[in-house]
């Protein structure tokens, strides 16, 4: 038997080389993300051909032979060759999967598994039966799921497979990713195609595609969704509409992947009938008692609600004098009987309150700390604004001890260049997870905050506002896939290293080989740097242009709102520039702790904050003993030089990646050279007319005058309401 399996090995081999040969030329278009799965390399082929020379597992659950498939599928594409599978016997070489309940193999080892929880794993090499076997085994046929991947990518990243010994489990209970897709299929802020949910032809038609997605979620530890925008229609909690996002929660279900879905405060009124959305309203709250019951009875493990209230004109309980909390805990109670939760968002400010716009949240949800039920977890940005490329972790974070705060981050780029930049943004996530509140000494981080151990909360979690769309590639750029990839990472690990996830991700998605991983690692770390100096340095913020947040628009001014505008946050004057929000300004700075007010002053973070909380003349120095001036067109120039080098640097790579992802790369980093070139002429030619400084010698003029920057015009910019 060994000696035939040997023979076909070595057959199969020479099939291989040749197939590897053929498709190092073949164009691949992204779709298959970071599960590649193809062929390693001879060397490795052996090797793992050993360690994985048969597949040994039940399938008695959808969960259990989705593990199976995917294993399947991988071994069988890593190692070019059907790998055998059986449901029981161990023979040596195997890979064994199972949790206790469906594997007696499994069960008769008996494993260290309950400190791992429902969604940890276990892969270990041990031995059964007189056979070297790897077992990948948890306590739920999810958790075997998450190790099988686990699995795949030690070959992935081509890892030995010998004496493994790997436990692992989620730090963070809701992994969730925000989809801010619209019903008729727009995306709000979405650079990537069209919505995936084909509403139209659900719930007949499942697209392989919706699998696909919940693969690639499963992966990477992601275990829910939030299918619409959070500025809800009231039509998504119609029976139509739930029909439809019922067939999506089983496509996602076998993946571990559950629904949410975002509720419109008014539907009450909008699609109930009711005259009141008043949350203490005894008819509104039964209203939403019904709509509850009849979402369960469609989606049994339906996740709950997230609501958006009170922000940005939509409604809310405010509305009805009452407060966030009030407006929280009707919703939550509604879902409390089928232990659904409701992540209720901070993302507030308001109209009529002429503070500080970073002021606001806090000011609204502190005085609420302990007042949301058990089931409420409250949604915060990672910063008090609005996702910039650069900010200081949100005040809330450490503020509200007696209530569970969860992490959302944005994936898709609204503020970072959209699709075609490449910035990489888990430097962006870490930076804000190692933040350090003070809240309780030093050490007590954002992470802790967020995986509850700061403060001992059991209900945690982190969401990532998604940037996948109908685009071959999900996310509109191949590297845009690494953001994907790397907040499922940081969600299931909030202290989990940037650097070593960009690796992994890159050996996946494109190759191994030192020499290339190197370089573009070191592009990714280096991108979001980058990005902040060509588009915000030195703590700006909300430099953008109007309404598409496409491009510069640092002289934005007007318009419903000042907290919409440009110069509300720059506040460039004769003097300088800056917003003062110490206590001679807004006091913003009086929502942290004094530690921490302390570390962002530290010459080490002064300059990524210094504009952030200071009015500064343009003649100061800074830390470099450059005026505040000369460093600001030094870093603006500096964002562009470093663009130009990336491009270099990926034109140099050309021989280790397929000729369609690399001549795409190449084209994205193009644009992102000649969009930072234009950040950069934009905002000195706007922001010189208050210095009335000369450029620092040996910086080039920008390219236009300001009039042309400031007429340029782009209708029907992507993610943008039509
Ligand atoms: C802002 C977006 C807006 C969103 C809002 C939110 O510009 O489209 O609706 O955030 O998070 O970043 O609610």
Not at 309 to 338: F, K, M
């Amino acid at each position: 038997m060994l000696k035939s399996v040997a023979r076909t090995i070595s057959v199969v081999g020479i099939g291989c080389a040749l197939l590897t040969a053929a498709s190092a030329a073949q164009a691949e278009d992204g779709y298959d993300l970071w599960l590649r799965y193809r062929p390693v390399e001879t060397a490795w082929r052996a090797r793992y051909r050993a360690e994985a020379a048969a597949l040994v597992g039940a399938t008695p659950s959808p969960q259990l032979a989705a593990v199976r498939t995917e294993l399947q599928h991988g071994l069988d594409g890593l190692l070019a060759e059907t790998v055998p599978a059986t449901q029981s016997a161990p023979s040596e070489g195997a890979v064994v999967f199972g949790t206790p309940a469906s594997s007696p193999l499994i069960a008769q080892l008996n494993l260290p598994l309950q400190p791992l929880g429902p969604e940890g794993y276990l892969i270990r090499s041990v031995v059964i039966q007189g056979r070297h076997v790897t077992v990948i085994a948890a306590n739920s046929d999810i958790g075997v799921l998450y190790g099988a991947f686990r699995f795949l990518r030690q070959i992935q990243t081509r890892q030995p497979l010998d004496r493994l010994d790997i436990a692992d489990a989620p730090k963070v209970k809701l992994r969730l990713l925000n989809h801010w897709d619209n019903l008729d299929r727009t995306i709000e802020r979405g650079y990537a195609g069209a919505s995936l949910w084909d509403w139209q032809k659900l719930p007949d038609y499942l697209d392989p595609r919706y699998t696909d997605y919940a693969r690639a979620d499963a992966s990477i530890g992601i275990n829910g969704t939030v299918l619409n925008n959070v500025n809800a229609k009231a039509e998504s909690l119609t029976p139509l509409f739930l029909r439809r996002a019922a067939g999506l929660a089983d496509a996602f279900r076998p993946y571990g992947v559950r629904v949410y879905l975002s509720a419109r405060f008014t539907a009450p009124i909008e699609i109930g009938g009711l005259k009141t959305a008043d949350p203490l309203d005894p008819q509104v709250k039964a209203w939403w008692r019904a709509k509850a019951d009849e979402i369960y009875a469609l989606i049994p493990d339906f996740g709950g609600f997230v609501v958006k209230a009170n922000s940005e004109g939509e409604p809310g309980p405010q509305d009805y004098h009452r407060t966030h909390a009030d407006g929280a805990n009707a919703l939550a109670q509604a879902v409390a009987p089928h232990h659904g939760v409701v992540m209720y968002r901070a993302f507030v400010y308001s109209q009529d309150v002429p503070d500080d716009r970073a002021k606001q949240a806090y000011a609204e949800f502190k005085p609420l700390d302990g007042q949301f039920d058990a089931n409420v977890i409250v949604q915060v940005k990672n910063g008090a604004i609005d996702f910039q490329p650069r900010e200081p972790f949100h005040p809330l974070f450490g503020a509200m001890p007696r209530t569970p705060l969860m992490m959302e981050f944005q994936i898709t780029k609204e503020y970072l260049g959209f699709s075609t930049h490449l910035v990489y943004l888990a430097p962006l996530f870490e930076e804000t997870l190692r933040s350090d509140t003070y809240a309780k000494g030093p050490g007590s981080t954002v992470a802790k905050v967020v995986d509850g151990e700061l403060d001992g909360h059991a209900l945690t979690g982190m969401a990532g506002v998604a940037n996948t769309g109908t685009d071959r590639n999900w996310s509109g750029s191949i590297f845009d896939q690494a953001n994907w990839y790397a907040f499922g990472r940081l969600a299931w690990d909030p202290t989990a290293s940037s650097r070593e996830i960009a690796q992994d991700w890159t050996r996946m998605t494109f190759s191994n080989d030192p020499a290339f991983v190197r370089p573009v690692v070191g592009m990714m770390m280096g991108s979001r740097e980058a990005a902040v100096d060509y588009m915000t340095p030195l703590g700006l913020h909300h430099q953008m242009a109007r309404s598409s947040h496409y491009g510069p628009g640092p002289w934005v001014a007007g318009g419903p709102r000042p907290d919409w505008t440009s110069v509300y946050f720059n506040k460039a004057d004769d003097k300088g520039i800056g917003f003062d929000r110490t206590a001679t300004g807004s006091d913003a700075v009086a929502q942290y702790t004094s530690q921490a007010v302390k570390a962002f002053d530290d010459p080490a973070n002064q300059d990524r904050f210094l504009l952030w909380f200071h009015h500064v003349s343009w003649d100061a120095r800074t830390t470099s003993g450059r005026t505040l001036w000369d460093e600001m067109v030094a870093r603006y120039s500096r964002g562009v030089s470093e663009t130009a080098d990336m491009g270099a640097t990926w034109a140099g790579l050309g021989a280790y990646v397929d000729p369609e992802r690399f001549a795409q790369t190449a084209t994205f980093l193009r644009i992102q050279e000649k969009e930072a070139r234009w950040w950069r002429d934009a905002c000195i030619a706007y922001f010189q007319t208050f210095s009335k400084r000369p450029l620092p010698t040996g910086y080039a003029a920008p390219e236009h005058p300001l009039a042309y920057y400031e007429g340029l015009q782009f209708p029907f910019a992507a993610g943008t309401a039509h």
